[in-house]
């Protein structure tokens, strides 16, 4: 196994990595134990689903079951499955292991129209997004707009999911939309191109 070493600094962003559902499944088991897991399937499941595969929110989500051996893990799912809350759940107030701190060094490090397009793409209640929307909401050129959108995937900030299609994971659009400020006239193109 070879072990990789980053050099940070504010101008760096911090790529954000996803597991698939199995991976995160075993993740979760190798931290807490295939029992805890099996006491309560579904409220895993749900856990699983809401940290999207983040490897940081699954730690974290380990880190405060096994904190408190006893707790109840429908009561963390429904936290973590509430918008208006899942960040906060993922912010175990250490800005080395916080979801929310780990986002806001890469979005510190973007260039100015990446971060635009990011809050953008955060206020859009869409599961993805094609180039031309994309290119709609932003005011921006098609081909500018796919030189962001490939920045943006290139930090891991955003995914292709499909030929000329993008998304954003959950908790990404989360904290993208808590930068952004309303912007009416972009949403207003946007609905226009639809």
Do not use: K, N
Not at 21 to 45: C, H, M, T, Y
């Amino acid at each position: 196994a070879t072990t990789e070493i980053y050099t940070l600094s504010l101008h760096d962003a911090l790529p954000i990595y996803t597991f698939d559902q199995r991976r995160a499944r075993d993740l979760l088991a190798s931290r807490l134990g295939p029992e805890r897991l099996a006491a309560d399937p579904e409220a895993v499941a749900r856990m699983v689903a809401s940290c999207g595969g983040l490897p940081l929110a699954l730690s974290i989500v380990a880190g405060r079951i096994g904190s408190r051996p006893d707790r109840d893990l429908t009561e963390l799912a429904e936290e973590l499955r509430d918008t208006a809350t899942r960040l906060s759940a993922l912010d175990d107030g250490d800005p080395v292991s916080s979801v929310p701190a780990a986002l806001s060094w890469s979005y510190a490090a973007l260039p100015a129209d990446q971060a635009a397009v990011f809050r953008l793409l955060g206020t859009v209640p869409l599961p993805h997004i094609g180039l031309t929307a994309a290119a709609s909401l932003a005011g921006l050129p098609v081909a500018a707009t796919r030189t962001v959108l490939s920045g943006l995937v290139r930090v891991c900030l955003l995914d292709t999911c499909a030929e000329g299609r993008w998304r954003m994971h959950d908790v990404v659009r989360l904290y993208a939309a808590e930068q952004a400020e309303p912007d009416g006239a972009a949403l207003h193109r946007l609905a226009e191109y639809y």
